[in-house]
């Protein structure tokens, strides 16, 4: 599975930073909240959810409770992960979370390694200054509406393609 970003902005961009944490008995509920701050757009990618090597042989479910919306004051939990040491001790997942998320270790002791990526995307802050830009360069604009008018009036030359050619076999007599 590739988990390369694909995206249509440049790298410069982009921030993105390595995210984890534990769930156990002793923090059973762990809430994702962006570190930086700002006009970024912010998501969770979550990549793998993995019992720790004193997990004990039982069944840990981990669960993400979605933000309350305002017509509904409940939330109701979604399973992302039942885990076992024996079975399952490791998910590979490929999950995308608009912050802020709740994770819950529901039931077993844990511990439980959840694991992914912050990614920042820097995409709005550069618009603004790209739209300061934008309106000095107006006036050198006319001189670029010539040259986009003698491509427009090139005609495109048509090229003839080659049929591929057949090989034809002799036929085998009976002898």
Not at 113 to 119: K, N, T
Request: some cysteine; glycine content about 4%.
């Amino acid at each position: 599975m590739n988990r390369s970003p694909i995206s249509s902005t440049s790298e410069k961009e982009t921030l993105s930073l390595l995210w984890g944490c534990e769930l156990n008995q002793e923090r059973p509920t762990w809430t994702f909240k962006p570190q930086k701050v700002g006009k970024q757009d912010c998501v969770l990618l979550l990549s793998t959810i993995s019992l720790g090597e004193k997990a004990k042989e039982e069944v840990n479910v981990v669960e993400i409770l979605p933000s309350a919306s305002p017509d509904d004051k409940k939330r109701r939990p979604l399973t992302l992960a039942s885990l076992r040491a024996s079975v399952l001790p490791m998910v590979v997942l490929g999950l995308e979370f608009s912050p802020p998320v709740t994770f819950q270790l529901r039931a077993g002791s844990g511990p439980v390694f959840l694991c992914g990526q912050e990614h920042y995307n820097r995409f709005w802050e550069e618009v603004e200054e790209e739209d300061d830009d934008l309106e000095e360069e107006e006036d050198d604009d006319d001189d670029d509406e010539d040259i986009d008018m003698f491509l427009e009036e090139t005609p495109v030359k048509q090229v003839k393609r080659l049929a591929p050619q057949k090989q034809t076999s002799a036929a085998k007599t009976p002898s």
